[in-house]
Structures are given as C-alpha cells and as structure tokens.
C-alpha cells in the first residue's frame, strides 16, 4: 500500500502554544488529504479535508481558526492547532487519498498524540 | 443522515477459528467500502476495499458485500492472535469522504 509519514509522532506542550504537525504522502501525490481527531475508545472524526492550492473544508463544529490547515504542495499538508488548551490533547491522523483504479483509496499516517499540558 | 453501523463487541474468537465481522450502512448509493485494523494506540491499516457485490479475498481475508441488504462484512480465517485488533469499517458516500462505524474490537483467543 502507499505510504504516508507524519512528524511529529508525539508532542507535549504548554497550554496556550502552537503546535503545528505534517503529513506526507511519500511515495504518491495526493491533492486531497483528510485530518482526523480520535479520543479514547472513540472512533475517528473528520476533522477537515486538505486540497491542494485551494482553502480546507473544514466539518460542522471544527473552528476554522484554531485548527489551520494549509496544504502547499502535493505532498505535504500541515495542520497547526493555534493557542492549544488540554482538552486539545487528542490522536491526530491524517490521510491521504490515492486516486486510481476503481476505487479512491485514503491511506493513513501514524499519528500524532498530543498532550497539552 | 448516513451511518455506517458496527457491533463495537468484544469478539472473542480462538486461534485457528473463522472471525466474522459484520457492518451495515444506511445510504444505498453507497460506492466503495473499506475495513481497516487499528491496534490499540496505533494508526488505521488497510485491510480491503470492495465496490462490487459478492466475495473479494485475499490472503486469509475474505470481504463479503451485499448491497440489496446494504451490508459488508470481512471473515478472518485461521486467526491468529496477532490478528486481535479493532475493526473500522468505513464506506464512501460518494463524495471522497469516508464515514466509518465505531469498530468492533476482536480478541483471538490463544
């Protein structure tokens, strides 16, 4: 399957920082991505899709400005929580979305577990 | 509203036995499905896609698709115990966009 890195896998930071994490798609291009956010014992929640060039769609409920996301090229995208507070601390996964053959095809990063302290 | 539904479990199956894991989804225009395994901590893997109805297998996984009863199901064969795990099912509606059920969490009994 395809290939998509994330960094950092793990962060602790104060509250009230800025946390910014990358995703990767290292082995296609992907001009779509995703950013989920899953809780314990939770499944995952779409946060917003990243496309390439052009502003994310974020879900009902997310805030646009604390949760930025910017997708700059066709393999990276980042996602920046501004101002975190601890009830930020979550697993963040992105995806990115392979197009090809009959069925387009979201291939997941590893995550990153942050803490806000 | 469209859902994706799953038995959260736990499924306790023992090794060498058949898993069957069951998910059924609400909208009928439904395109591809998708069942992933995530371990606890880790990341969603993919295991198999499906878009046509009828049986796709691979290696000992076998994805099983009805869409008259809008139902998707994945059967294990031979568990083994490093196949314990949660189970995501997840379907796309037709928009990129995947909807996932809550996952059934699986226990291969040694």
């Known amino acids: 399957g395809a290939v998509v890195s994330q960094h950092p896998s793990r962060v602790i930071c104060k509250s009230g920082t800025s946390v910014k994490i990358e995703c990767r798609s290292l082995d296609f291009q992907a001009t779509t991505m995703f950013w989920y956010r899953q809780f314990p014992k939770q499944s995952l929640m779409l946060m917003a899709t990243?496309?390439?060039?052009?502003?994310?769609?974020?879900e009902q409920g997310v805030e646009k400005d604390k949760f930025l996301i910017n997708h700059a090229s066709l393999t990276l995208s980042t996602l920046t929580v501004t101002s975190a507070h601890p009830e930020d601390s979550s697993f963040y996964i992105c995806?990115?979305?392979?197009?090809?053959?009959?069925?387009?095809?979201?291939?997941f990063g590893p995550g990153t577990r942050l803490t806000v302290l | 509203q469209k859902e994706v539904e799953q038995n959260s479990g736990p499924l306790s199956v023992p090794e060498g036995a058949i898993a069957s894991l069951n998910c059924t989804y609400s909208d009928r225009g439904s395109q591809s499905f998708f069942w992933y395994r995530q371990y606890s901590g880790k990341s969603p893997e993919l295991i198999m896609s499906i878009y046509s109805n009828g049986d796709k297998e691979d290696g000992r996984f076998t994805a099983q698709l009805n869409k008259a009863s809008q139902y998707v199901s994945l059967l294990i064969r031979d568990s083994q115990p490093s196949d314990s795990a949660t189970y995501l099912c997840?379907?796309?509606?037709?928009?990129?966009?995947?909807?996932f059920g809550t996952g059934t969490r699986l226990t291969i009994i040694p």
């Open positions: 997840a379907v796309c509606f037709g928009n990129e966009k995947l909807t």
């Open positions: 990243s496309n390439e060039g052009s502003k994310a769609t974020y």
């Open positions: 995806s990115a979305l392979w197009r090809g053959g009959r069925t387009d095809t979201q291939y």
